[in-house]
């Protein structure tokens, strides 16, 4: 069966099953997913600093106020969001009776996102 | 668009498992033509070497998909005019398998699937007793009855990127076959059923991106069906331990 | 690839997680008002039993989740298999659980 990922499959096929918005969804699930796992340990090392350096950690936390900053973390605040709600519509999906209204319930779930780092953003700055 | 013109670019997809490529070729347009009319066209006036499978015509054996213009579908029920691009087709065999000729992709993986994910109806009863009576209006019939019309044509198994991801992946399909007999009162095999699809290939995998259900001719819902086994395998789990 | 027992294992720290991190956004939006310090922060995490089992319990769900999750993706993108793949996924909950176990002691005790 592993056999089926042999070259003539790769050139033959345009993927044109791909593209619906609950694709799409689940493809920002996997990259917010992704992304937020490889900031957690920045996160929790700068965090770790308040146990040997407060003065590094106040440094770092001085770093942040740079407006640049403030908008990569809204960044991760709106990719927290998408994964936050968007697993909470997986969840439903995966264990609530099923709903045919799929498509609004991905839609709320990135509207929610958006609002809360919108929210994020403006007590931010 | 594709309605008035009188000539279809057609591009088919002609080689084997070692590799190939697309073959261009003029198709008369007709009216009401669907995708199989073109390749039969095609195998009777240009490439009688052309490879490809139907039987029914009509949407009930499940032989004909095809990959047209990038989406599986069944071709003796699509039209033309709903899928064709400016006039253009390009037909390739189902995504997910390995091509044997041309057209006809190999159905073997796709088929031992549904009897490694207890796709089989393990009987609890003789022909000598008198038939089961299901009322339907039970959970377990409705259920049943929501994914018992496949035609396994295996429009899902190609449209689905979990199986593109994890080619061992059981696939909607089977998934949704297990499905329907778990809630089959007649059958014995359910333990068995259960730990088939809750295993490393099973349900767990699904990523509920809902092509299937998206593509389904049959208007059914793997994903849902999934999601059920989800529930009922998680609480198996639960129950059991590890 | 996931078994049942890997997805369930995902799901629960996932419904673990949710309050949680309802919680943390709401603790950042209300913190980052009037600027973040050290002092801010400590003042308000330290030898507080709360935030500890608050932040406790969200390292210790999020590590499960992270591995489970990037274990998938190494299968499916990086077609990752056996037993470096299964070793992936431990090294990733143990190395978040302990970076994560560190960083609330740093900010709780």
Not at chain 2, 104 to 123: I, L, N, S
Not at chain 3, 66 to 93: Q, Y
Request: glycine share 10%.
């Amino acid at each position: 069966m592993t056999a089926s990922s042999a070259a003539p499959r790769a050139r033959i096929h345009a993927g044109a099953h791909r593209g619906h918005p609950l694709w799409i969804v689940w493809l920002v699930h996997r990259l917010s997913g992704l992304a937020l796992a490889l900031f957690l340990p920045v996160h929790f090392l700068v965090l770790g600093l308040a146990l040997n350096d407060p003065a590094a950690l106040d440094g770092a936390l001085r770093w942040m106020d740079n407006p640049w900053v403030k908008a990569a973390e809204t960044g991760l605040v709106l990719l927290l969001g998408l994964h936050l709600f968007g697993g909470l519509r997986l969840l439903a999906l995966e264990f609530l009776p099923w709903s045919p209204r799929q498509k609004t319930f991905a839609a709320a779930a990135v509207a929610l996102a958006c609002a809360i780092s919108a929210g994020f953003l403006l007590s931010a700055v | 668009m594709t309605d008035d013109i009188d000539t279809l670019a057609v591009e088919v997809w002609r080689g084997d498992a070692r590799g190939g490529g697309y073959v261009a070729y003029a198709v008369p347009r007709r009216e009401s033509q669907t995708v199989l009319d073109v390749v039969t066209w095609i195998q009777h006036n240009a490439e009688p070497a052309l490879a490809y499978r139907f039987a029914c015509r009509v949407g009930m054996c499940g032989s004909c998909a095809m990959t047209v213009n990038g989406a599986p579908r069944w071709t003796c029920r699509t039209h033309v005019r709903r899928v064709a691009k400016a006039g253009r087709l390009r037909i390739a065999p189902l995504r997910n398998l390995l091509v044997i000729r041309d057209l006809a992709a190999d159905m073997a993986p796709f088929f031992d699937k549904w009897t490694e994910a207890g796709g089989t109806f393990a009987p609890t009863a003789t022909r000598d007793e008198p038939a089961a009576e299901i009322p339907p209006e039970t959970p377990e019939r409705a259920a049943a009855d929501a994914g018992i019309e496949c035609i396994n044509c295996a429009v899902c198994y190609a449209a689905c990127d979990t199986v593109a991801m994890a080619p061992d992946y059981l696939g909607p399909a089977a998934l949704n076959r297990a499905w329907t007999l778990l809630n089959d009162a007649r059958d014995g095999g359910q333990a068995g059923r259960l730990k088939a699809v809750s295993g490393d290939n099973g349900c767990a995998n699904c990523h509920s991106h809902q092509s299937c259900a998206d593509l389904c001719p049959n208007g059914l819902n793997p994903t849902a069906a999934i999601a059920g086994l989800k529930r009922r395998a998680g609480r198996a789990w639960l129950r059991g331990g590890a | 690839m996931t078994d049942i027992r890997l997805y369930m294992l995902q799901r629960i720290s996932a419904m673990i997680l949710a309050p949680l991190i309802v919680g943390h956004i709401v603790t950042m939006i209300v913190a980052v008002q009037d600027g973040l310090s050290a002092a801010e922060i400590l003042g308000r995490t330290q030898g507080s039993l709360w935030w500890g089992l608050f932040y406790g319990l969200f390292v210790a769900a999020v590590s499960v989740h992270a591995a489970i999750g990037l274990r998938t993706v190494a299968f499916e993108w990086l077609k990752l298999k056996g037993r470096a793949l299964d070793m992936l996924g431990w090294i990733v909950f143990a190395g978040l659980l302990a970076l994560g176990g560190r960083a609330v002691a740093a900010v709780v005790l």
